[in-house]
């Protein structure tokens, strides 16, 4: 299960590199062609008589959606924003694997223990809790340890290792958080920098500007602001998602652990 994640935790940047260049290929190849066929303005053949004449300021053709995206950004905020989508995608599918509760609590340990206890086999079962790298698997090593000085000093050391182990998963999921938190700011710094951009444009132009040339400026406040959003919102919503997971599995992971410990002999002294 460990390799497993590790190779996943590795292959997803891969994953969503290889996926975004494969868009923004398909996307430019939507492009229109370009004009290089075309007879230039100055020596274009005249019109047969008779033939309708097409008109000169003809509307260029609609560009790709991706292609406009990628333009407005910019390379500085393309970048920052591919960088917070690729720990996006993975701190998401980390946290999938590792929030699950055969993983947190897994059954071949439950079971393996509780064979081993009924058998009188402590040292058995001491060993299968050590070698086995669950949240429960180090919460009973360390109740059993404590096991001959007396029962409550293993509750105490149980907890310990408990909230220690709950601790070591919520620096985990905070930095879905995180993401969700630079999204917007990004966003909004994006929104500031193509507004000044905009603005300054009026500011240098002797006469009224056209809205073409204050439309770079406002794309990229626009669409900053967009995909910051996009971000952000999958980023909380999944961080809440986790942080209710986690406090129920921490209530599972005392609640079973104690039971498995109350089993031993010796605690019941």
Same mark, same amino acid.
């Given at each position: 299960?460990?390799?497993?994640?590790?190779?996943?935790?590795?292959?997803?940047?891969?994953?969503?590199?290889?996926?975004?260049? +494969?868009?923004?290929?398909?996307?430019?190849?939507? *492009?229109?062609?370009?004009?290089?066929?075309?007879?230039?303005?100055?020596?274009?053949?005249?019109?047969?008589? #008779?033939?309708?004449?097409?008109?000169? =300021?003809?509307?260029?053709?609609?560009?790709?959606?991706?292609?406009?995206?990628?333009?407005?950004?910019?390379?500085?905020?393309?970048?920052?924003?591919?960088?917070?989508?690729?720990?996006?995608?993975?701190?998401?599918?980390?946290?999938?694997?590792?929030?699950?509760? +055969?993983?947190?609590?897994?059954?071949?340990?439950?079971? /393996?223990?509780?064979?081993?206890?009924?058998?009188?086999? &402590?040292?058995?079962?001491?060993?299968?809790?050590?070698? =086995? =790298?669950?949240?429960? /698997?180090?919460?009973?090593?360390?109740?059993?340890?404590?096991?001959?000085?007396?029962? *409550?000093?293993?509750?105490?050391?149980?907890?310990?290792?408990?909230?220690?182990?709950?601790?070591?998963?919520?620096?985990?999921?905070?930095?879905?958080?995180?993401?969700?938190?630079?999204?917007?700011?990004? /966003?909004?710094? #994006?929104?500031?920098? /193509?507004?000044?951009?905009? &603005?300054?444009?009026?500011?240098?132009?002797?006469?009224?500007?056209?809205?073409?040339?204050?439309?770079?400026?406002?794309?990229?406040?626009?669409?900053?602001?967009?995909?910051?959003?996009?971000?952000?919102?999958?980023?909380?919503?999944?961080?809440?998602?986790?942080?209710?997971?986690?406090?129920? &599995?921490?209530?599972?992971?005392?609640?079973?652990?104690?039971?498995?410990?109350?089993?031993?002999?010796?605690?019941?002294?």
């Amino acid at each position: 299960m460990q390799k497993q994640q590790v190779v996943l935790w590795r292959a997803v940047p891969l994953l969503a590199l290889v996926a975004f260049t +494969t868009s923004l290929s398909g996307a430019a190849a939507q *492009e229109p062609a370009g004009d290089a066929g075309a007879v230039p303005e100055a020596v274009a053949v005249a019109p047969a008589v #008779g033939e309708p004449v097409a008109p000169s =300021d003809a509307p260029p053709a609609p560009q790709n959606l991706l292609v406009y995206y990628f333009r407005a950004l910019g390379p500085t905020f393309v970048i920052v924003f591919l960088g917070l989508s690729f720990a996006l995608v993975a701190l998401l599918v980390m946290c999938f694997l590792q929030l699950r509760r +055969t993983v947190l609590l897994p059954p071949e340990l439950v079971e /393996g223990f509780e064979a081993h206890i009924e058998k009188k086999e &402590f040292q058995q079962a001491y060993e299968l809790a050590k070698g =086995d =790298d669950s949240p429960l /698997g180090r919460v009973l090593a360390a109740a059993l340890v404590k096991l001959q000085i007396g029962y *409550e000093q293993a509750l105490e050391a149980m907890r310990e290792v408990q909230a220690e182990e709950v601790m070591r998963l919520e620096h985990k999921i905070s930095y879905v958080s995180l993401v969700g938190a630079l999204a917007p700011m990004f /966003g909004l710094l #994006g929104t500031v920098s /193509g507004m000044v951009a905009a &603005f300054s444009v009026i500011a240098q132009s002797a006469t009224q500007p056209k809205p073409a040339e204050l439309a770079s400026g406002i794309s990229q406040a626009l669409v900053t602001t967009l995909i910051g959003l996009w971000l952000a919102i999958p980023a909380n919503a999944c961080f809440s998602l986790f942080r209710n997971w986690l406090e129920r &599995f921490s209530i599972d992971l005392d609640s079973e652990s104690v039971r498995l410990i109350a089993k031993v002999p010796v605690a019941k002294k």
